[in-house]
């Protein structure tokens, strides 16, 4: 595995990045700064809100490319790269198609706010881990503002409870479940791999030049556009037969492993 020639490092956050526990390593802060010295690009692509992955990042916040919302959005700096709305006349039929399914709770995710229904304390509770801003409303139909994706949370199970519903929306939207517990619902053209490839074309970073770490099924589409793709030892089974490579888990620095293979090349 020649890694000499990687000029950008990209990784989702949450099974990835982040272990258990949310947190990012010092370790993964220290090889940053030798990636840095070696001029190779770095980009957090997450499903999370654009503020709740700076404030992971803090101390790299202004050297690093944030892709959030799925892709939906990425900024360098205060230099806005992709945006890419959810068409407003699609957010009431999406909210119909999740009406019956119990025990669901859906987020209007904007650029920098996400909004909520004010019904359930124990649920905003859990959003603050993904979204450090956010405002409850009575009514998420009566919402005009532009967001980027919808996303649905279920306690138990996204894939089970979420998916088969809004399953149908497929192709005319990008339905994602992007997490044990999550469903995204945005633009066809809002995810991380569009992102991605707008990145790379401003940077005129090849494939061949560019390292991707990832967990769930939201990352499948920027996995495809890196040869050195990089499934967590925890990642989904689709995930794991998508990449090129495999890692330790989240849990076991399987980010920062390679990392340091990288920056010895």
């Known amino acids: 595995m ?4 990687i000029k950008m490092v990209v990784t989702d956050m949450d099974g990835t990045l982040l272990n258990s526990n949310h947190q990012v390593s010092n370790r993964f802060f220290e090889l940053f700064e030798q990636l840095k010295e070696r001029g190779i690009l770095f980009a957090a692509a997450s499903g999370r ?8 990042l803090q101390p790299i916040k202004d050297d690093i490319i944030v892709i959030a919302e799925n892709g939906g959005f990425a900024m360098q700096r205060e230099k806005e790269l992709v945006s890419t709305p959810l068409p407003m006349e699609h957010k ?3 909210l119909d198609a999740l009406e019956n399914i119990a025990d669901i709770h859906p987020v209007l995710c904007g650029k920098r706010k996400a909004h909520l229904l004010a019904r359930s304390p124990e649920f905003a509770e859990k959003l603050r881990e993904y979204y450090t801003e956010y405002e409850l409303l009575d009514d998420l139909r009566t919402f005009e503002g532009e967001i980027l994706k919808i996303a649905i949370y279920h306690f138990e199970s996204s894939e089970k409870y979420i998916y088969p519903a809004v399953k149908h929306l497929e192709g005319e939207l990008k339905v994602k479940v992007s997490g ?11 995810h991380k791999g569009f992102a991605l490839q707008k990145v790379q074309a401003q940077h005129n970073i090849s494939p061949q030049e560019t390292m991707v770490f990832g967990d769930y099924n939201n990352d499948l589409e920027m996995l495809a556009l890196a040869d050195f793709s990089f499934a967590m030892a925890n990642a989904h089974p ?7 490579y495999r890692t330790a888990s989240n849990d076991d620095f399987g980010v920062e492993r390679i990392l340091e293979k990288l920056v010895k090349a």
């Open 2 to 5: 020649d890694l000499s020639r």
């Open 49 to 56: 809100q654009y503020n709740s992955i700076v404030d992971k």
């Open 92 to 94: 009431n039929r999406i």
């Open 180 to 190: 044990a517990n999550w469903v995204d619902i945005s633009s066809p053209n809002a």
């Open 238 to 244: 689709n995930v794991m037969k998508a990449a090129n």
